[in-house]
């Protein structure tokens, strides 16, 4: 069974400062891994997605993502935060070689607030 | 614009009315699932269509009734629900099949309410 987990509920980061959002997942393959933003009242927007080659990936608005295999990792990062990234964050998983459906696994969320 | 068109936007209903939910997508996809997002809890997923033919349903009650008439509409009937049953429900679609990554494109959400 595949899982991901993100152990903060709310990370706390001043604007111009970097900020990291923290993801783990389990799944028995390799994993296609993705991170996703919702705004309040909002549907959930697409970042990036991890799929295979280059273990750092770019996406929307500044934020990019390392994947590491090793540590079952794939944590969003951006360098310098603004105070309009303060949302919720969700990490998921997908086994591409799970038959059992087309599931996306996805993680509890995590509340980014950037203080100017 | 997500290429995915959720209405109504909000939803008030009392616990004997019967309304409907309703999803379109124009981006050409051949899934289409709905998730349900309460407060504190994460987000859960109800039913998937492939093709039009449904393949996930995680043991929802049957006050929540869905219907996929074609690869680009996905309603969800509602039917004498319950105040715990208030909630964003999110519509979603992807592209399945070999050679795809299936990200999930998201509506932007229907509130509804019971009361």
């Known amino acids: 069974a595949q899982s991901v987990a993100q152990p903060e509920d709310q990370v706390n980061v001043a604007e111009g400062n970097p900020l990291t959002v923290k993801c783990t997942y389990s799944?028995?393959?390799?994993?296609?891994l993705f991170w996703y933003v919702q705004y309040p009242n909002r549907g959930l927007q697409f970042l990036l997605k991890?799929?295979?080659?280059?273990?750092l990936v770019k996406g929307s608005y500044g934020f990019e993502a390392e994947f590491n295999k090793s540590q079952t990792s794939f944590h969003l990062k951006k360098p310098s935060a603004l105070v309009s990234d303060s949302a919720l964050y969700f990490c998921a998983v997908r086994d591409p070689y799970n038959n059992a459906g087309n599931m996306l696994t996805f993680g509890g969320g995590t509340r980014l607030m950037v203080k100017p | 614009e997500t290429g995915v068109t959720q209405t109504p936007r909000h939803l008030v209903m009392g616990m004997t009315n019967k309304k409907s939910l309703k999803c379109e997508q124009h981006l050409g996809h051949n899934a289409m699932y709905w998730y349900k997002q309460s407060a504190k809890k994460p987000l859960e997923l109800m039913f998937v269509?492939?093709?039009?033919?449904?393949?996930e349903n995680n043991s929802v009650p049957s006050r929540f009734s869905p219907e996929c008439p074609n690869s680009s509409h996905l309603f969800l009937h509602l039917h004498t629900l319950q105040p715990e049953d208030s909630a964003l429900y999110l519509c979603a679609s992807s592209q399945e099949g070999q050679g795809t990554t299936g990200e999930l494109f998201f509506g932007e959400g229907s509130r509804l309410t019971v009361l």
């Open positions: 799944v028995s393959g390799n994993p296609y």
């Open positions: 269509y492939n093709f039009k033919e449904q393949t």
């Open positions: 991890y799929i295979t080659g280059d273990n």
